[in-house]
């Protein structure tokens, strides 16, 4: 079987390492785009290799900006020959209540969670559409789908995700190309260990299931939706909350 090349944003956080190491056990060729202020790129690659995963490739740059985002694709081609598979994961937080918030912490969020997908995806799509073949899996949230109080920006941005991912996937759908969305819940990552312990406490006690979701379990998301055998399924939004919501 034909290997498929995966592109990873966001490949070296918490979610994203999870992401890398799905894919690449389902079979596919990694490339692992990463911020350039990440500080830990050669320590985080000794880590993969430690655990079997020896051959990812590595691209740097900022999904926020279009032109980092034109040469991390290219690169990846130049490397891996084409990009089959594009998994908009990158994504960062600015909480605040509504009425302290300022400009800066609205765009920052918007940029990285919501803009980043027409940077990245731009980049790939037609070619895919060409090749007849290809698959978009974008990272939203619980948060975009239930709204949640001090994420305003973040819960904008995540629903936004989720129309955008709707919107080409009906583009996309003769072209045998499928976009589709995972609304993660809590997941045990830096980012959520940052919520104030007190937060995430009651935050956890609400989740019926009563802990956070394991990186993995979204990352196996990732592969299932990458798979040929999930050429059906395209405009989707997979739940994978534990049970806090689900509509
Ligand atoms: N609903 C409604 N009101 C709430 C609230 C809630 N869930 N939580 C707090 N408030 C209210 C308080 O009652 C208080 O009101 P009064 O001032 O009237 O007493 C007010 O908000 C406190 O506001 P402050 O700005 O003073 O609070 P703070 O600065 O201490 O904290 C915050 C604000 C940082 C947003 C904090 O509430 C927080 O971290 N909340 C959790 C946000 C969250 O869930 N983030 C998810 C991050 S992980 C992620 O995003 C990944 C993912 O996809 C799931």
Redesign the pocket.
Known sequence: MTQRVALVTGAMGGLGTAICQELAKAGNKVVAAYHPQFDNKDAWLADMAAAGFKDFVCVAGDVSVLEDCQRMVAEAEAACGQVDILINNA?I?R???F??MERDGWDAVIATNLTSLFNMTKQVSAKMAERGWGRIVNIS????VKG????TN?SAA?AGVIGFTKALAAELAAKGVTVNAIA????A?K??M???PE?LQ??VDSVPMKRLAKPEEIGYACAYLSNELSGFTTGATININGGLYYQ
């Open positions: 994504g937080t909480d605040r209540m009425a302290k949230s619980v948060n975009g949640q109080a001090g994420q973040y995540k993660p819940g809590y997941v990552t980012m959520v940052a919520i104030k937060v009651t935050i």
